[in-house]
């Protein structure tokens, strides 16, 4: 005869196990629904909210500064210059840094600004996001991975910053620049194609 207290031990078990297994996992972002907001602290304490960018393009740039895949767009220049870009068009770009405490890639406000600066880099603002809270929301994969959020705050792309998967700073020229062609495309009215790609690089440090 078994024990009434196994008994019930066992289902306790069972009920937690569907309950694991029958719970929603968190949304992924989906292209042409609205882009997940947030809120969030940036490199010079301020705190930003996505809600708040309504009526600019956004671009949010996953980045960790010791990934080979991040150093060939800085290294190049190409990440600048996209940034530089935006900046002039008044788009919003935030660099997000979604690296946990002892991981690759994390870095304290103050190492962030450094970056900033010895890169002559130009977001709109450097994002700390320790905890990946903003990194799972977006299920950004890589460093780089680029969303592009258009003016009514839909998502609109999401994916590689470019064609050539690779470390090499050579692929930049010949390569067909996902995000300058989706900037374009917002900017002219147009829907952004393709509007997912593969994103490449290293693995976000969660």
């Not at 029958?22 to 705190?47: C, L, R, W």
């Not at 998502?155 to 300058?180: C, E, F, H, Q």
Request: hydrophobic share 35%.
């Amino acid at each position: 005869m078994a024990h009434p207290v196994l008994n019930r031990l066992a289902s306790l078990v069972l009920l937690s196990g569907a309950l694991i297994l029958t719970a929603p996992a968190m949304a992924a972002p989906e292209v042409g629904k609205p882009a997940p907001d947030f809120t969030a602290t940036d490199s010079n304490g301020k705190t930003v909210k996505l809600s708040d960018q309504r009526g600019k393009i956004v671009i949010l740039e996953w980045t960790n500064h010791d990934c080979p895949f991040v150093k060939k767009h800085y290294g190049s220049g190409n990440m600048q210059a996209l940034q530089q870009e935006a900046g002039q068009q008044g788009i919003v770009w935030w660099s997000v840094i979604s690296s946990a405490p002892g991981k690759q890639g994390h870095v304290s406000p103050q190492e962030a600004n450094e970056l900033t600066r010895s890169r002559k880099a130009a977001p709109s603002a450097v994002l700390l996001d320790p905890q990946g809270t903003i990194g799972q929301l977006y299920g950004a994969r890589t460093t780089p991975h680029i969303y592009l959020i258009d003016p009514q705050g839909k998502l609109v792309y999401m994916g590689a910053i470019d064609d050539k998967p690779s470390t090499s700073p050579a692929d930049v020229a010949t390569a067909n620049n996902y995000v300058r062609a989706g900037l374009k495309a917002v900017q002219q009215g147009q829907s952004v194609q393709p509007a997912v790609t593969q994103p490449y690089g290293c693995s976000v440090k969660y």
